[in-house]
């Protein structure tokens, strides 16, 4: 009989941990960014700032430690150009390109 592992035995995932570099970043937003969910998208980047260092990441932005933080923060709806200046700070950059549908 094998031994039954408990969920809460389980180590937290933290995908921060394995943002090394610009592609794996770059890879990491492009992922969530398919979802198609807001909430994901504002996660994504706070996971990636904290990857990062925020201090970093606000000083970059121009943004204060406290507002980055409140931006970034589960639930929030941070301004387009807020998040524009982190993905700048981020180092990456949005491409549109063509879904494969037809426009009506």
């Given at each position: 009989?094998?031994?039954?592992?408990?969920?809460?035995?389980?180590?937290?995932?933290?995908?921060?941990?394995?943002?090394?570099?610009?592609?794996?970043?770059?890879?990491?937003?492009?992922?969530?960014?398919?979802?198609?969910?807001?909430g994901?998208?504002?996660?994504?980047?706070?996971?990636?700032?904290?990857?990062?260092?925020?201090?970093?990441?606000?000083?970059?932005s121009?943004?204060?430690?406290?507002?980055?933080?409140?931006?970034?923060?589960?639930?929030?709806?941070?301004?387009?150009?807020?998040?524009?200046?982190?993905?700048?700070?981020?180092?990456?950059?949005l491409?549109?390109?063509?879904?494969?549908?037809?426009?009506?």
């Open positions: 009989m094998s031994e039954q592992i408990r969920v809460s035995e389980l180590p937290d995932f933290d995908p921060a941990e394995y943002l090394r570099d610009a592609e794996d970043i770059a890879g990491y937003l492009s992922a969530v960014l398919e979802e198609d969910d807001p994901a998208v504002i996660e994504a980047l706070g996971t990636i700032a904290r990857a990062r260092g925020m201090t970093e990441i606000a000083r970059e121009g943004l204060a430690r406290e507002a980055l933080y409140r931006a970034l923060r589960e639930g929030a709806s941070p301004r387009f150009d807020t998040v524009l200046r982190v993905m700048r700070a981020l180092g990456v950059r491409v549109a390109e063509p879904d494969g549908r037809q426009a009506a």
